[in-house]
Structures are given as C-alpha cells and as structure tokens.
C-alpha cells in the first residue's frame, strides 16, 4: 500500500495515475460490456463508447504538466467533452465537466471534496438528458455518489470515500433489472453501469496502489482532406490549448472569426481548446496570448496533407475506402442558408444522402458512432448560417446534441434514428420553405416513417417471446425485435407481413454489403408480386452488417 492509501488530501498525482488506472479497466472490459446490451444486435458499443471517451480524457490529461488536481480534472472534461461518443460516452462526459467545476481552483481534494465533486457530476449529468431513466448509468452514478458523500462524513480517507462509492455502484448495478424491465427480459445489468463501477474500480486500484498495465488508447481519426473540397480557403489546420483566468470564450470565439473558418472554442474560464482554419495561425496565436497562455499548440498545413494523400492515392493506383474518411463533404456548389449533417455508414447510403440534400455525411453509425468533436467539425464545414443535423442513430442523440451548444451558428437536431428515417427527412424539405417550415415537415416525415433493419444476433438473448441465438437472423421494426429465423429473404417477408398496412403506398429498400445486386433484383421481383399495389424501390446501401434497412410510406 502507498502513501497515497492514508494520505488525506487526493494530489494530482494520485488522480493522475486515477483516470489512467480507470482508462485501463475500462478499456480490459469493454468487450464484456458490449456484450450487456440489451438488444443482441450488431451495434453493442457501449464498453467500446466509453473506453473511447475515457481515451480521448486521457490524452488531453497527458498533455498537462501540471500536478493540481484542478488543472487535470479540466483537462478531463475537456478531453472526455470532444471526444464522447454515444449516449453512455456523452453521460461520461458530463459527470467528468460537473466534476471539474467542483474541483476548480484546487490544488488537492480533500475525502469530503472528492466526493462532493463526484456528486455535482452526478448533478450536472441529470441536467444534460433531457429525460433520465432509472436503472442505468445515472441511477448508479447518483447511488455512489451518495455513498462517497455519508462515508466522506464518518471517515477521512480517499480509500473509505472511494470503496464507498466502489461497493454502492457493485450493489445498484446487480438491481438495475429490477428498475428496468428490458434488462431483466433479457437477464442482464446495464451496460453504462458496468462501465461506471469499472471507472471506480480503477480509482480504488490507483488509490491503493495496485498496479494496472497502461490502456492502448485508441487515436483519434483523421479528417480527410478530399478532392471533393476543391480549392483551400484556409492552409493551416491551427489548434491551441489556452490557459488563463475569466476566459471569455464567446468573445474570444467571435474575435477569431476574421482569420478563419471552422472556428471551435470549447472549455471553461479558465482552460479552453482553441481550434481554427487560417492562412495567419501567427495572428491566431497573438490573439490567444492576449489572453492567457498557451500550453499546446499545433498547426497543420493542410495543403500539402492534401498533396500527400494525392501522392499516396497515385502511389497505389486506386482510390480509398470511403470508410478511411471521417467525414464527406459534397463538392464545392453555392452557400446554403441551412446545411444539413448527416450520419450514415456504406458507400451507396452515403452517395443517397448527399444527393438528396445533405452537405456533410459522417461516416458512422452502428458501432462506431462519431464523438462530439468529429459532428462540431462536420457543422464547421457547412457554408450556412445555420444547421441541422440527422444522428440517424439513437445512440448519437446525446453526441449531436451535445456538439449543437458547442458550435457558433444555430443547429437544430432532428432527432433521426435509423437511416431510413433521415432519408425521409431529407425527401420531406423543400430549396422553397424557410428553416422553419422544414423543420416541422422533416419530424412529421419521421413519425410517419416506419422503420426496419434486416440483421443478426450477436449473442444468444431472449426478447419478449423469442428466444435467439447467436447467428440468428433477427427482424426489427421502429427499434423492437419481431422476428427471427435463419434466412434473411425468409424473415424480411415475414416482417413485412406482420408490418405492412393498407394506407402504405411506398416500401424503400437499403441492400447491405453482403447482398448481391442479383439477389437485390430478385428481391425486388417477389416483392413486387407479393405486393402488386406497393410501390417498391430498392438502393445499394452497402452498409455492413445490416442485410436490409427498409422504410415505409
């Protein structure tokens, strides 16, 4: 046992070694915690979001060389804000910026201020969603917080605070199928929960001075620089960690929109990430040191990445994978008062969506859903005055929502959760309408959309009245299992069954990447017969694991 173990103040090498002990227990379970997801489908990310989140807290941690605790738990937020994925990643987040702001000014924490800094991120998190359910990652993170509070007032040791907290987590996560029934119907905890007592296990370990193996963290990925962007406004990609004292952000923000584009200044009053594209990253940096000072800086000349990438490409004789880009931005065409963002995953639904209207396409979706910071900079890369954004994905809300407060112009989320739904919101706006009209057309295009995936199991599960195994083909339809089987033709026909209704007049399908163009075709053929007042389309999506994604109308 270390100094640390009855030490009765937290220093910032302690919580230093904390989060890196936390990123390394996250990061050697995450696979479990996939595994807890409720639905037994193909996007059981949630161990994987928030390892992915605590990564990306982690690198902005090592970037300080300061020891107060203040200082890194900013640095924490920060990281953890711009690089949350998912709704658990999101949460995460912000019990790490309620944290920090308990924790500001300070150079160590004593037991009672450790655990009054985890129950105001507990606080701060109930106030981001904007409807909290019981028996998830909240109920467990508000249940050991709680505990740290009573134990901080009996004991005065980070050990006692921090086994509190441990063991409260352990006892609400084993009840958190009785808070909800999906989670005991398919006879697990939840999986945000799992990941939260990993965190605090990690915490104990550091405090008492077990030894965790360093996680590999994952790095962050590239923005591809396109030949579909045509011509550089701006050459250098300049980012610049600022330290001062009342930072004023919106003004700092505002200011630095003269030199640039893509301008992005996130953190608190006293820390903030400074990110901009400019032909004069010397002027940026002059402005910054009016300020405060400056702890990292970076700068990038994109042009000559843009050289490089042509020079691979020629080198290789043949074009990327679009997956190798984090992002898409349609070619170069006059300023949209409104610019759409989208999320999506497969060459095919990516090309759909960009012609229908979207000016950004994230490459995402289904197991890898894109952090904050990767939706901020597809809204900094819209030309309009304003924005909206399709998280096709019910696991990208929170993210989308989150990177809308960090942006300087207006986003609306329109609240998109599956592909076809953002087709449909798409179809539904109109060049002619003002932002409002479009708004209101887009959610009534949602609600009436019906929505279904063609998929498999990834885990032997049970949902209501089926009992799945792995491998299984599954069919579901708004989000809920419906049926399943062992052909995927077998069970769309069967879904489509249970699904279609006389009022429907259009069926769109979506083939994935597994699905041959005949097989598309012959699709098309029996379903046309089978339904001769049905209007069918069918679309190469090319999506993975996702045999058919199909909407109706």
């Known amino acids: 046992m270390t100094d640390s173990a009855v030490s009765a103040v937290l220093d910032g090498r302690t919580f230093r070694r904390m989060m890196l002990a936390a990123a390394a227990t996250l990061e050697a379970q995450k696979s479990a915690i996939d595994a807890l997801n409720v639905f037994p489908v193909p996007d059981g990310d949630t161990g994987t979001n928030m390892s992915m989140t605590m990564a990306s807290a982690v690198r902005e941690l090592n970037k300080v060389t300061a020891d107060e605790v203040g200082d890194l738990a900013r640095a924490v937020a920060l990281g953890s804000l711009m690089g949350a994925r998912g709704n658990s990643g999101v949460i995460l987040s912000q019990l790490f910026r309620g944290f920090s702001r308990e924790a500001e000014q300070k150079a160590t924490l004593t037991p009672g201020e450790l655990a009054w800094c985890l129950q105001t991120g507990v606080e701060t998190a109930y106030q981001a969603v904007m409807k909290p359910v019981e028996g998830t990652i909240l109920t467990v993170a508000r249940q050991a917080a709680r505990a740290a509070v009573q ?39 939840d999986a945000g929960g799992q990941g939260l007592v990993a965190i605090f296990r990690g915490y104990l370990d ?152 979207a000016e950004v396409v994230i490459n995402g979706g289904q197991t890898m859903n894109p952090s904050t910071e990767e939706i901020v900079r597809a809204l900094e890369a819209t030309t309009g005055a304003q924005a909206i954004v399709l998280p096709n994905n019910g696991n990208i809300l ?56 063609i998929t498999f199991a990834v885990r032997p599960s ?69 339904y001769p007042d049905l209007e069918v389309e069918i679309h190469s999506g090319g999506q993975p694991l996702y045999y058919i994604l199909f909407s109706l109308e």
């Open 206 to 357: 550091a405090v008492r001075g077990v030894d965790r193996v360093e996680t590999a963290l994952e790095q962050p990925r590239e923005f591809a620089i396109t030949e579909e962007m045509g011509e550089l406004t701006y050459i250098y990609d300049t980012e610049v960690l600022l330290q001062g004292t009342s930072l004023a952000l919106d003004e700092l923000r505002a200011e630095l929109e003269q030199f640039g584009d893509s301008v992005l200044v996130v953190g608190s009053e006293s820390t903030a990430k400074v990110h901009i594209h400019t032909n004069n990253p010397g002027l940026v940096l002059e402005r910054c040191l009016e300020r405060g000072s400056l702890l990292e800086i970076e700068i990038k000349n994109m042009k000559e990445q843009h050289e490089a990438i042509k020079r691979q490409r020629q080198s290789r004789s043949a074009e990327p994978e679009p997956e190798d880009a984090a992002f898409f931005v349609s070619p170069p065409a006059p300023p949209r008062e409104v610019g759409v963002v989208a999320v999506a995953s497969g060459e095919g639904l990516c090309e759909i969506i960009r012609s229908l209207g």
């Open 151 to 189: 134990a901080a007032r009996r004991v005065a040791s980070l050990d006692a605070v921090l086994e509190a907290a441990y063991r409260e987590a352990c006892r609400v996560l084993e009840r958190t199928p009785d808070m909800l029934a999906v989670l005991k119907e398919a006879g697990v905890v």
């Open 398 to 453: 929170l993210a989308a929502r989150q990177a809308a407060e960090l942006v300087a112009k207006p986003t609306h989320i329109v609240p998109t959760r599956s592909v076809p739904q953002g087709v449909a919101a798409l179809l539904a706006m109109s060049p002619a309408a003002d932002l409002q009209t479009n708004l209101e057309r887009m959610h009534r295009a949602i609600e009436r959309t019906v929505s279904g995936e």
């Open 462 to 530: 049970r949902y209501r009245d089926l009992v799945l195994n792995e491998g299984d083909v599954i069919g579901l339809v708004n989000e809920e299992i419906l049926v399943a089987g062992e052909d995927w033709r077998k069970v769309l026909l069967e879904l489509l069954g249970l699904t279609l209704k006389p009022e429907h007049e259009v069926l769109t399908l979506f083939y994935g990447q597994d699905i041959t163009d005949r097989q598309a075709a012959e699709l098309k053929e029996e379903l046309t017969r089978t």
